[in-house]
């Protein structure tokens, strides 16, 4: 379990820990510091930044390979709910989740930035191609597949096995979730931390990680092609 957190997100939570080490001790306020995501590679050729934006997709992936994996030799593979039998169920309940998730957290967001504890955070910053559209929906399925499978298929079948009690697996991979988010300033970090709280307790009520993994599909499509076809029209998003 350490070893799949250490090549994935627990490796990602010790980069965004000191990311937002770096960002506090500069002479700046947090809420007028810009973090940008997807960003282009090399924008003036344009063919090799799409292959580093498929390599930025395909790479993280790996680690899913791992825990699926894994969980196939514990016999717990299919026990998560990573699959299509259920596809009618899975989108609904995906559709939900994110709608319950969302509006609140888009909210929290500009509160937590007018608060002063939260980052600008710019989620599509690729340069304008026949691709980028297809790439930033390429990076929403990798983050919602990546994460979901992970942080609650991989993790609450080990914390099962090693008999952790329900709620306290739940705040776990909860903190986990947060704290690889704290690159993104304090609201980034309490807004995932209560994202991953509901997706645990929904995820231990449905016994199906499929539905879960639609709901932050849903989330990131609607941050990072949102914000690329309306940012360029206003100058407060």
Do not use: C
Request: no cysteine.
């Amino acid at each position: 379990m350490l070893l799949v957190l250490g090549v994935s997100l627990g490796q990602s939570a010790i980069y965004s820990i000191l990311s937002i080490i770096e960002k506090m001790t500069r002479d700046v306020p947090l809420n007028q510091q810009t973090t940008t995501i997807n960003n282009s590679v090399t924008p003036d050729r344009s063919w090799l930044d799409l292959s580093y934006q498929l390599a930025g997709i395909g790479f993280p992936l790996v680690p899913v390979g791992i825990a699926l994996y894994l969980l196939w030799l514990s016999g717990d593979r299919g026990r998560i709910g990573f699959d299509l039998r259920r596809p009618g169920f899975d989108l609904a309940r995906g559709f939900g989740a994110a709608a319950l998730i969302g509006i609140p957290g888009l909210a929290f967001y500009f509160a937590a930035r007018q608060l002063g504890i939260n980052t600008n955070v710019s989620p599509a910053n690729l340069a304008e191609n026949w691709w980028t559209i297809p790439v930033l929906v390429g990076y929403a399925v990798m983050n919602g597949v990546l994460e979901e499978v992970v942080m609650l298929g991989f993790l609450f079948a080990r914390f099962d096995q090693l008999r952790i009690r329900p709620w306290v697996g739940i705040v776990i991979s909860a903190l986990i979730r947060g704290a690889y988010h704290l690159y993104q300033g304090f609201g980034g970090f309490l807004g995932n931390v209560v994202m991953g709280l509901v997706f645990g307790y929904l995820y231990k009520r449905w016994g199906r990680v499929m539905p879960l993994v639609v709901a932050h599909v849903i989330l990131d499509l609607v941050s990072f092609i949102g914000y690329a076809l309306v940012a360029p029209y206003t100058d407060w998003f």
